[in-house]
């Protein structure tokens, strides 16, 4: 009895999906691996963050600061310094989109 090639096609794109889904751990971003509380004061040298958190496939919950040089600042999620950044981004982000 020959499968209908409705099925077949519909049955080889579900496994397909299947073992896409099971060999990507982490499709969103690079995760960090280890945070450092690191001074820094100028937000003028970032241009965005991001929080990793495990539901992302990440292995470490973080505040990842990203530098107009694309460079990652890997901050543990409970920094002062992260989080007076990320509402220093915020702000800055505020008036810019009030601007235009």
């Not at 096609?9 to 060999?23: H, N, P, V």
């Not at 220093?88 to 235009?100: E, F, G």
């Amino acid at each position: 009895m020959a499968l209908h090639p409705l099925l077949f096609c519909c049955l080889l794109a579900t496994s397909l999906c299947i073992f896409q889904a099971q060999g990507s751990k982490n499709n969103y971003l690079d995760c960090c691996e280890a945070t450092k509380d690191v001074p820094l004061r100028n937000v003028k040298l970032l241009k965005s963050y991001v929080i990793q958190n495990p539901q992302m496939g990440c292995s470490i919950p973080a505040i990842v600061l990203i530098t107009k040089m694309n460079r990652w600042l890997c901050y543990p999620p409970d920094s002062r310094t992260a989080l007076g950044l990320m509402k220093a981004l915020d702000t800055r982000n505020a008036r810019k989109s009030r601007r235009h």
